[in-house]
């Protein structure tokens, strides 16, 4: 049994994270799906939020996907999924904040907020600016693509990623769409879509509108 063990949910988009980052890695692991709807006791007396990604690493606990994330490039450095200078990794670093300080409150804020009318408009609009934001300071500054931080996958393409993937249902259910001068954000994806972690990580669009079906049409 490998000594990396990693708990997860099939429709978790932070596990996702942590999936498509082990195999990227190409780390040897064992995969153990919680039920998360019916969480079992093992499971409750393991976890200290009760949240998934969970990882066991030798005999050790870590949880919080960029923590994981970020304990899984220390430990297993080749291939390396931060740049190497310590300004791009800032930059690197800036991004990953970016994505869970600012674009995640935006789509949540969407849902929650589904049944007032005014606020779907706000939250919409407040999701388009966070793109435009990607691709103005982020995909144009950086380094050229394909992938956000230049020529090399890094921990701040699997930051994304999943979120992204969601985007359809958004645009589908509550009319985000991503703003048309996001040519990069667009060439960024069709990156990601290739790429072997997120193929083998993917849910489809009909399986992301099946969850999020509980949540009614806002507009
Ligand atoms: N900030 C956490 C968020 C993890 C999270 O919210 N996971 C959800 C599933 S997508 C979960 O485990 N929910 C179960 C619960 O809250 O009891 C991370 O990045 O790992």
Redo the contacts with the bound molecule.
């Keep these: 049994m490998p000594d990396v063990e990693l708990f997860s949910?099939k429709?978790?988009?932070?596990?996702q994270?942590?999936r498509m980052m082990l195999i990227e890695k190409g780390i040897e692991y064992s995969l153990t799906e919680?039920d998360?709807y019916n969480?079992p006791d093992w499971w409750k007396e393991l976890s200290p939020?009760?949240?998934?990604?969970l990882l066991r690493h030798n005999g050790g606990l870590v949880?919080?996907?960029?923590?994981?994330n970020e304990y899984l490039e220390e430990v297993f450095p080749e291939p390396t999924l931060l740049p190497e200078s310590p300004m791009h990794r800032a930059k690197a670093r800036i991004w990953i904040d970016y994505c869970?300080t600012y674009l995640l409150p935006a789509l949540h804020n969407l849902i929650a907020d589904r049944h007032n009318d005014e606020k779907v408009i706000r939250n919409r609009k407040s999701i388009e600016e966070k793109l435009l934001f990607i691709e103005k300071e982020g995909l144009r500054k950086l380094g050229g693509g394909p992938f956000f931080m230049g020529p090399d996958i890094t921990l701040v393409d699997l930051q994304f990623m999943p979120f992204i993937e969601r985007l359809p249902c958004y645009k589908e259910l509550w009319g985000a769409s991503i703003p048309k001068e996001c040519s990069r954000l667009r060439a960024w994806i069709k990156t990601m879509q290739d790429q072997e972690s997120h193929k083998r990580t993917v849910n489809s669009f009909e399986f992301h509108m099946q969850r999020y079906s509980k949540y009614d049409k806002a507009a």
């Design positions: 949910f429709a978790c988009p932070y596990a994270r942590t919680v998360l969480k939020h009760g949240k998934v990604p949880y919080e996907s960029r923590v994981i869970d």
